[in-house]
């Protein structure tokens, strides 16, 4: 059975920081894109970032250039999301997916469905 689950998330001051992470477990990590979504009430779904497991290639929305940062651990099947100088637009519930394909799905007009998602961790930030 697939599991993603995701942690890390919470309510953060203007500013600071959160490092979410995403333990993955029932697939074969080191084929997939593994990554973040987040959708905030009102606001379409955004493909924040993602890595391709196998070669470590990286996708990041403009939005977070620059301020957050994907890393994976495949000794511990998980990827991690450093997120920095949180500002209010960054509040949202973000959600760990898992794609086969690879990071396509994250780009703006690709998305057309992933394998795996989590359930979600919220993230707030406090001005």
């Known amino acids: 059975e697939v599991h993603l689950v995701e942690s890390g998330g919470g309510l953060v001051q203007v500013g600071g920081s959160l490092r979410l992470s995403c333990a993955a477990s029932?697939?074969?990590?080191?084929?997939?894109?593994v990554g973040w979504f987040r959708q905030a009430p009102g606001k379409e779904r955004e493909g924040v970032s993602c890595?391709?497991?196998?070669?470590?290639?990286?996708y990041y929305a403009d939005s977070v250039k620059g301020r957050f940062t994907i890393s994976s651990d495949t000794g511990k099947n998980t990827v991690y999301l450093q997120m920095n100088i949180l500002g209010p637009e960054d509040a949202a519930n973000y959600s760990c997916?898992?794609?086969?394909?690879?990071?396509?799905?994250?780009?703006?007009?690709?998305?057309?469905?992933?394998?795996?998602w989590g359930k979600g961790t919220l993230v707030n930030v406090s001005s």
């Open positions: 890595i391709q497991i196998s070669d470590g290639t990286t």
């Open positions: 029932g697939f074969t990590f080191d084929d997939y894109g």
């Open positions: 997916a898992a794609d086969l394909t690879g990071c396509l799905p994250w780009y703006p007009r690709y998305f057309y469905g992933v394998d795996y």
